[in-house]
C-alpha cells in the first residue's frame, strides 16, 4: 500500500492507496503516530478514494487512531470512500465514528464544525 | 463451470494479499461474478489467513502452513482455509462480533462479523491443538445466473 500525510490546518489529512490488511496496517500505524507526535493535528482526515482493500484488519487500525485523536479532543472523518470499502464501511459500522463524507471540504467543515465553541 | 484449486502457502502476513488474489482470480475463471462480490470474496479469504497467521501461528515467523481450497460449480464458490495451529476452545464466543483475544494488538474483532456478512455461509470447525477449518460457501447472485 502506499499513503502520503499533508496539513491543512490543524488537519493531519492522510492518503491511503492500495490495500490496507494485517500485512500493511503497522506501517500505517507508525506514519501516523509520527505525525501525531509532532503535535499539530488536532483531527485526522483520511483520502479513501484510492484505497481498494481493507479487511477487519484495517479497520482495527483506524480505530485505534481515532481512540488517541478522540482523546486529544479531536475528530477523525474520512471522504471519497471507495466503492469496494462500502460494505466493510456497513458492517464494521465506521461512519459512527469516522463519518465519510463525499469531498474533502464537506469533511473539512465538519471537522472544524464547532471548534471555535470549544476554544 | 467446475473446478478446483489448492494452494498451500507458509504462514506469513506476505501471503495475505497473495492468497485472496489467487482465490478470486479462481472465482473470475469460474462464474460471472460482480466486481462488488469478487472483493467480499476477497475480504473474507483475507480474514481466514489472516487469523490463521496471527491467531493460530501467534503471528511467529517458521509456524506452519495454511490450505486454502476452492471448488467452484455452477452458481457455486466454496473455499476452505484450514490451518494446523493452536485451535480455537470457544466457536460460539470466537464469532461474536467485536470479541478478540488480542485487544492489545489493535485488533477489532470483526473477522467472523465479516466472513459471516460477506459470504452466504461460514462453518468453523476447530479443536485445541490440532488447528482449525473454515468453510465459506457464496451463491451467484440469482438474477445473474441466467
Ligand atoms: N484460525 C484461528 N486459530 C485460533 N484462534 C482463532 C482463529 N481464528 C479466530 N480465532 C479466535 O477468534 C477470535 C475472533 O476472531 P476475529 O473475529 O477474526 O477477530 P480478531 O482477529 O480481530 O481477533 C480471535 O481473537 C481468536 O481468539
Ligand atoms: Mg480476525
Redesign the interface.
Known amino acids: 500500500m502506499g499513503f502520503s500525510t499533508r496539513y491543512r490546518g490543524n488537519i493531519l489529512v492522510v492518503s491511503l492507496s492500495g490495500e490496507l490488511d494485517h500485512h500493511t496496517a503497522d506501517e500505517l500505524r507508525q506514519t501516523v503516530e509520527k505525525e501525531l507526535d509532532k503535535d499539530i493535528a488536532r483531527h485526522i482526515l483520511l483520502d479513501l478514494s484510492q484505497l481498494v482493500f481493507m479487511d477487519s484488519s484495517g479497520v482495527g487500525v483506524l480505530l485505534g487512531r481515532y481512540r488517541r485523536i478522540l482523546a486529544q479532543g479531536g475528530k477523525m472523518a474520512a471522504y471519497s470512500l471507495h466503492p469496494h470499502l462500502e460494505h466493510l464501511y456497513e458492517v464494521a459500522a465506521l461512519s459512527k465514528v469516522i463519518p465519510a463524507f463525499a469531498s474533502e471540504n464537506l469533511a473539512v467543515n465538519e471537522l472544524k464544525k464547532d471548534e471555535g465553541l470549544r476554544r | 463451470m467446475n473446478g478446483w484449486v489448492e494452494l498451500r502457502i507458509p504462514a506469513l ?2 501471503n ?2 497473495f492468497a485472496r488474489m489467487v482465490v478470486a482470480f479462481f472465482a473470475l475463471q469460474a462464474g460471472d461474478w460482480s ?2 462480490e469478487l ?2 470474496i ?2 473474507a479469504v ?2 481466514a489467513v ?1 487469523n490463521a ?2 491467531h493460530a501461528y501467534e503471528d511467529n515467523l517458521d509456524t506452519g502452513d495454511i490450505v486454502v481450497q476452492g471448488q467452484a460449480t455452477p452458481g457455486t464458490l466454496e473455499v476452505t482455509i484450514t490451518d494446523f495451529g493452536r485451535g480455537i476452545a470457544d466457536i460460539v464466543r470466537a464469532r461474536e462480533p467485536l470479541f478478540t483475544t488480542k485487544a492489545h ?7 467472523f ?2 466472513m459471516e ?2 459470504m452466504d455461509e461460514l462453518t468453523v470447525t476447530s479443536s485445541p491443538r490440532q488447528g482449525t477449518s473454515i468453510r465459506m460457501v457464496k451463491y451467484l447472485n440469482l438474477t445473474t445466473v441466467q
Open positions: 502476513s506476505q495475505e494479499s466486481v462488488a472483493n467480499e476477497k475480504t483475507s480474514e489472516t497467521i496471527i494488538e489493535e485488533r477489532s474483532g470483526l473477522g462479523t465479516v456478512n460477506f
